[in-house]
């Protein structure tokens, strides 16, 4: 490949990016304007009645996305990623619309339900096309511009709790006017991104059934599926409950209390992916595990930082706590489509990052049913938090087991 050439496959390859950022923003800020506006949501629709049953509320799109994630990515794996991604994003902001109309608990979950089945192959979709296009020495910083985007997301519905208490906005406009955003975006998004041009080149499409046992007997990947998973146990908690928290332990009220729960972390999240994924990037021209060895020095952080969230005193020790678990998740996030691509081949990698999201998500959904449940039984925070911080030690040794692959189309 010529130079010339070579600079506008890379021009296109961080094009991608860019125009991803935007609606990974898009695909988490409604997520977490339902954990931020809890208190207005639960007293305008009051059969929710519980926190067990709001627990069912933030489960029920997870557990639905988690179901229908493999199908999502075998589908980006066998179609046109492009047609995928523009038609996620319509039918989901078509959907965040819907949900600031909804009158009921029944409506509410049906709504939830409805979005899990329209995000769900997004993600895998969104990361696989990336990694096509970014194959060497810039990918692990590729996907975490595009995680960026995702924290931006989770930072701008924390302050929706302020959109929700202001009777000129409310809860429901503020679901209606994100919805009608991402419709727009979703016109230039489908007339400007592209296909990488060795889609084409991936070879045989396997069947579902070739595709599962290929995946199912691939040891490294295994590991990665419980790499995956694990965290998102206490993941899920932090993103979906913290305001809740935050506004349970200190007194705060709900805008300040969903701000300070996303904000900070998130911050330090954005900082965790840039630092993270230049390291990764960097180590992996010593050696092929850089980018395992980065992540587990990410999760690392998450023990002092959840033990420390469980047993903090104050708010300001709290949001310290959030900052060190926000800066490793940064580190984790930002090289887990990377490490797949060191056990997965390129035709399976949509499909693979799917059933990841199954089992991830699946616990994800049980955790915060869970948590709820746990919170109405008055079971102390600092033995909750005590046990996400043993299951961020056993993922560091998880993730140093897996041993990585070279596949001719990343060479």
């Known amino acids: 490949m010529d130079d010339n050439a070579s600079d506008r496959t890379l021009r296109t390859a961080w094009l991608v990016v860019a125009l991803l950022v935007p609606v990974a923003l898009l695909n988490y800020l409604d997520r977490q304007m339902l954990a931020a506006m809890k208190t207005s949501m639960m007293t305008d629709i009051p059969d929710i009645g519980t926190r067990a049953n709001w627990g069912i509320v933030l489960g029920s799109f997870k557990w639905v996305y988690a179901l229908c994630s493999p199908f999502g990515g075998y589908v980006a794996d066998r179609l046109s990623r492009r047609h995928v991604i523009a038609a996620s994003l319509l039918v989901w902001s078509a959907v965040t619309w819907w949900t600031g109309h909804v009158e009921s608990y029944g409506q509410l979950l049906a709504a939830r339900a409805v979005m899990g089945v329209s995000e769900a192959v997004y993600i895998p979709a969104a990361l696989a096309m990336i990694t096509d296009f970014h194959r060497g020495g810039t990918r ?237 039984s008055d079971v102390p925070l600092n033995l909750i938090f005590g046990g996400f911080a043993a299951v961020a030690l056993l993922s560091v040794g998880v993730v140093l087991c897996i041993r990585p692959r070279t596949f001719a189309a990343d060479a």
Request: net charge positive.
């Open 140 to 376: 692990s910083r590729a996907v975490g511009l595009h995680q960026m985007g995702i924290y931006a997301g989770i930072i701008v519905g924390g302050f929706s709790g302020y959109a929700a208490d202001n009777p000129a906005i409310g809860w429901r406009n503020a679901f209606a006017w994100c919805g009608l955003v991402g419709i727009v975006y979703a016109v230039p998004l489908f007339l400007l991104l592209r296909n990488p041009p060795r889609v084409a080149a991936h070879g045989e499409r396997p069947s579902i059934g070739s595709a599962l046992r290929e995946l199912l007997t691939n040891p490294g990947f295994l590991l990665m599926m419980l790499y995956f998973t694990l965290p998102a146990i206490a993941g899920w908690v932090v993103k979906d409950w913290m305001p809740d928290i935050l506004k349970e332990k200190f007194g705060l009220g709900q805008g300040r209390a969903g701000v300070t729960a996303v904000l900070y972390v998130q911050i330090a999240s954005i900082v965790g992916v840039l630092v993270g994924g230049w390291l990764a990037d960097t180590l992996m021209r010593r050696t092929d595990r850089g980018r395992i060895l980065t992540s587990a020095l990410g999760m690392t952080f998450f023990l002092p930082a959840l033990f420390g969230v469980g047993n903090a005193g104050t708010l300001a020790f709290a949001i310290g706590c959030l900052m060190l678990y926000g800066l490793g998740w940064g580190f984790f996030d930002c090289n887990n489509m990377p490490i797949l691509c060191q056990v997965v081949s390129p035709r399976l990698r949509a499909t693979a990052f799917g059933l990841m999201n199954l089992a991830s998500i699946s616990c994800g959904g049980v955790a915060d049913w869970g948590f709820g449940a746990l919170r109405d």
